[in-house]
């Protein structure tokens, strides 16, 4: 059974740009929440997506969004980066959300 | 107050010793608590889940929860080398939704 796959594994971005991160869940997963993790924040909960709908947010601010397609892949973006968005974005996926997740290999994040 | 809250460490043990790894969370109603174990520039690898007060064991690893006190903590008996990584604790408020707050996590070292 695949894994929880992170689509691209490294992004070199600059300042004000924005970027769009992919995440295809395990087969039969329907929830799919992502994480920011920084070495001063450590893992920060941003957002989880189930049945297309997002159902719980993180403290982060408006630029950063996603969404979830029917297929249960889901895509988060960051629009007019800043410098403090360079960071490890992981997501994981889980049957419905309240159960065990399992991480992504991740897509690491460096704003110029 | 964090949420989540581990002694950063690092937690030096002899390799074959007994490695004990604890964490604290502030919301009472928590339902589920995880322990991830992630190497130096990988993504987290779930480790244990315990749902209920008591321990849980699983091969070298035992999880125990104290719903009272607030209390989570991971022993690692027979330690080794390859233990050697980022122990993170993840708590899941609601329990049925997809939304884990994590602590900093503790760094063990395991030393030949």
């Known amino acids: 059974k695949a894994g929880v796959t992170q689509t691209p594994r490294y992004l070199i971005k600059t300042r004000g740009q924005q970027v769009t991160l992919s995440c295809s869940p395990i087969s039969g997963h329907r929830s799919v929440s992502w994480y920011q993790q920084t070495p001063g924040q450590g893992l920060q909960f941003l957002f989880e997506?189930?049945?297309?709908?997002?159902?719980n947010k993180g403290n982060f601010p408006g630029r950063f969004s996603g969404r979830q397609f029917s297929n249960s892949r889901s895509e988060m973006n960051v629009s007019t980066l800043e410098l403090g968005d360079s960071a490890l974005y992981l997501c994981a996926s889980s049957l419905e959300g309240g159960g065990i997740q399992y991480f992504g290999a991740g897509t690491r994040l460096s704003v110029l | 107050q964090k949420e989540v809250e581990q002694n950063s460490g690092p937690l030096s043990v002899p390799e074959g010793a007994i490695a004990s790894l604890n964490c604290t969370y502030s919301?009472?109603?928590?339902?589920?608590f995880f322990w991830y174990r992630q190497y130096s520039g990988k993504s987290p690898e779930l480790i244990m889940f315990?749902?209920?007060?008591g321990d849980k064991e699983d091969g070298r690893f035992t999880a125990q929860l104290n719903k009272a006190s607030q209390y989570v903590s991971l022993l690692i008996r027979d330690s080794q080398p390859s233990d050697s990584a980022t122990y993170l604790c993840?708590?899941?408020?609601?329990?049925?939704?997809?939304?884990?707050?994590f602590g900093q996590g503790t760094t063990l070292q395991v030393k030949p």
């Open positions: 997506y189930f049945s297309e709908t997002q159902r």
């Open positions: 919301d009472r109603g928590s339902q589920s």
């Open positions: 993840a708590v899941n408020p609601s329990g049925n939704t997809g939304k884990l707050i």
């Open positions: 315990i749902y209920s007060n």
